[in-house]
């Protein structure tokens, strides 16, 4: 099964926004082995989004068109699908009703042309709206004798999305007669590069591209992480679950070192729930990183219920003044040491970590770019660790943010 | 003049990479009037290949091909052009040396597919490679009796942008009988939307598109504020520089009171200059930004010869204990008064930025969601402002940030 993607819309072709949506539906695809193999974008033109539609359709088996839905005369989608099925538009009632309710319920006029969405290709089928007024459409074509397919969603990334799994996925595998659930499963990791876990995990990736199913995935998220997605296709949701348990038990048995977290996990939701779960509170005590643990930790709705402050120490003399840092330079792991245990007392919390190091551009004391001292406190134990990161300011201090939320994870779970 | 964009790449397909390079050349070509009707992606095949860009070049006058320009078997955009071409490949000597050069430098071994980089086909023009190891192309093409040129580019953003300013646009406009020297310039502005400012450039606007040159767009960076930039095309870089400075005067004359930077400028590094020109010193009090706001001052190289610290008082507890704040509801311009004089002491600094607010998901003390409330302590003198922000909490914290400090900026010029 092939299934093109044609972005609509002159703003992408301008440059003003990015079209990431045919890159997420080419993610959706490949996991379950559908071909997308031209994603064409378009401007607001009923004649190009013709002709490119023609033209995609000649050898792929289905396209699914984003934007050009909306209510106003620039949105041709509508016109441009009935143009390449030789038919008419006419107004489904139906939809005509949710776009005059959703109106009504919120107390605002309709505007006339809103009534342009509920228009419909002849022999389509509407996917029924649930966050804009925007409907999807299924529509059926005959090219050249052979029955192939046109699906139109919205622009607008989340109504795509939200469309793309409930009705374009579905009807893609069963009209190529594949099973219809479609389950995915990430394993969030940190430590390993990408070609480091490809290599350890070669043995599964050989095994899981003979059997087709489920599919496994590397997705590089900077300094979230590195994922490792498997997805997998079945009958029903409880052999797809299955299916997945099984495959997340062999990779982990493999990497399971770097394993922080599954799903909607993050570095920051794991470290706040183990100390939850212990309860214990949270300080921080940054140099190099100047605030951006503290923002990430706090990012986490809840953070509040264990984390209490972070003391910003960026010029030396705070350090010395308010977390009683010994004077002398400050990039060391002793220096690390005493700012947690300084932001402790001065925070009054069970746990702290300190990050002290060099983000460049130039050294400091002698100590190079990229040198990062770690100092944990749990309670009256301070661990502290050195190491060299890689990369230019900007990366540097979002590595050390991972990083040092990896240390504090694994300190918590041994100790 | 019409060049459309093709970019190469089964990673792109699969959704494992986002095309940021058409939107970026998208971007240039409107700036100075070139139309790009279509951007295409396409995998790595050779069939596939030749087929988009003959497809593109019926209608297009030039197409710009990114990507499969590479050492290995999987990069075949040289071959793919010389196919539709109908030209063979041969050695470029001096490409080749290049690439052997540039390996011996390094004092490394080169593999010897890299020569493959130095096949041209006959009839093209290298472009020079001064990042990377791929040389660019420029193809003349006849189709149908008409001349025509593809451009091969590097798909590295960095080796491509830097290739396009460089010899791409300056041949396009050559052939299009244009003028070659193109400059921007960019006002960055806070404190308007992007309808509120297009409503008040309107007659600017209008002139612009009447003169066709400068040209004027606006870009929507988030919490990096909005962006005016101007075009502008004229045959010497100094009649370039005159024609932007009559425009950016313009502009200023509608809009002077959003503008807080141009080009490079951010509201950061503008607030920090404006303490180092004031020989002051910058400490923060942080609630609802939790460590937001002094991560991005300390995103700036240099940032510790005025920044001190910060003090992310995020339990109240620590609000009281530490900043002296007096015991009750905290979201108020009383306790964001209270956390700048208690940061200014705590942290010996000469200016305080304090911020507290809801973020959300619940509201807190009665307060709702979105609000902000700001201290600023100039040495003894303290100002405060509330503040009803939008979003959902990533949102409404990023907003604070820039709002904030955009306050600060404003206050120090006004002291």
Same sequence: chains 1, 2.
Avoid at 166 to 192: K, M, N, Q
Wanted: hydrophobic share 45%.
């Amino acid at each position: 099964m092939r299934c093109d993607v044609v972005a609509v819309g002159t703003e992408l072709l301008l440059g003003q926004i990015t079209d990431t949506n045919s890159q997420w539906i080419g993610e959706q695809f490949a996991a379950v082995g559908i071909d997308s193999l031209l994603q064409v974008k378009v401007g607001d033109n009923h004649g190009r989004i013709v002709a490119v539609l023609t033209s995609v359709l000649a050898d792929a088996d289905a396209v699914i068109v984003c934007g050009g839905l909306g209510p106003t005369h620039d949105d041709l989608t509508r016109e441009a699908i009935a143009a390449v099925m030789g038919v008419e538009l006419h107004r489904d009632e139906q939809v005509a009703e949710v776009i005059m309710e959703m109106f009504a319920s919120r107390g605002r006029r309709m505007p006339d042309n809103n009534l342009r969405q509920a228009q419909v290709p002849v022999g389509a089928t509407p996917i029924a709206q649930t966050r804009g007024t925007a409907p999807g459409l299924i529509c059926p074509v005959k090219i050249a004798g052979v029955e192939k397919v046109i699906y139109a969603v919205p622009g607008v990334p989340h109504e795509m999305k939200e469309m793309v799994e409930r009705a374009v996925l579905p009807d893609l595998l069963a009209r190529s007669g594949e099973a219809s659930v479609i389950l995915s499963r990430t394993l969030r990791t940190w430590g390993e590069s990408e070609s480091g876990l490809n290599e350890r995990l070669d043995p599964i990736i050989d095994r899981l591209e003979a059997l087709g199913n489920p599919t496994l995935a590397f997705l590089a998220s900077g300094w979230e992480g590195l994922k490792i997605r498997l997805t997998a296709k079945a009958a029903t949701a409880q052999d797809a679950n299955t299916l997945l348990t099984t495959w997340e038990n062999e990779v982990r048995g493999l990497v399971a070192d770097t394993v922080f977290g599954v799903d909607d996990d993050t570095m920051e939701s794991v470290v706040l729930q183990l100390l939850r779960d212990r309860g214990m509170s949270l300080g921080l005590a940054e140099s190099v990183t100047g605030g951006l643990v503290a923002g990430r930790i706090t990012s986490v709705p809840g953070a509040s219920e264990v984390f209490r402050g972070s003391i910003v120490s960026y010029a030396s003399e705070v350090k010395f003044d308010l977390l009683g840092v010994p004077p002398g330079p400050v990039v060391s792991e002793a220096t690390a040491a005493a700012m947690a245990r300084g932001a402790r007392q001065v925070l009054g919390c069970d746990v702290v970590l300190a990050l002290t190091g060099v983000a460049g551009p130039d050294e400091q004391d002698g100590m190079p770019v990229g040198t990062l001292c770690v100092g944990i406190a749990i309670r009256d134990e301070v661990h502290t660790r050195s190491l060299r990161l890689p990369g230019q300011r900007d990366q540097m201090r979002q590595m050390s943010v991972i990083t040092s939320l990896d240390l504090l994870r694994r300190t918590l779970l041994a100790s």
